[in-house]
């Protein structure tokens, strides 16, 4: 069974960092595309970044220049860099394959921008 496990998120001020992480168990992350998707209060869960198996990436409008999304795959992890945080960041993150089908969604971390 397929289990993804997002960590990393957290309280920080606007212009901070943060790296995000999503170890997954019961796959092999490899051979999918995947993606870092985001909800935030009251908003439907949204595409953030996505990455092929073999490296091409895709940004939304709104973090083009600030996220990069990257895997190891010898670690089974896929990351989320996010730079230049803005109040709009704040969300809940979650990890899953791109496009979404069966796997279930993990609990995902909450990403909190504010001064």
């Known amino acids: 069974q397929v289990q993804l496990v997002e960590s990393g998120g957290g309280l920080v001020q606007p212009g901070g960092s943060l790296r995000l992480s999503c170890a997954a168990s019961g796959t092999v992350l490899s051979i999918y595309a995947m993606g870092w998707y985001r909800q935030a209060p009251g908003k439907q869960r949204e595409l953030v970044a996505a990455?092929?198996?073999?490296?091409?990436?895709i940004y939304a409008d709104s973090v083009k220049g600030r996220f990069t999304i990257s895997r190891d795959n010898a670690r089974n992890t896929v990351y989320l860099q996010m730079d230049s945080l803005i109040t709009e960041d704040t969300a809940v993150y979650y990890c899953?394959?791109?496009?979404?089908?069966?796997?279930?969604w993990g609990q995902g971390t909450q990403v909190t921008v504010s001064s």
């Open positions: 990455i092929t198996s073999g490296g091409n990436t």
């Open positions: 899953n394959v791109h496009p979404v089908g069966w796997w279930p």
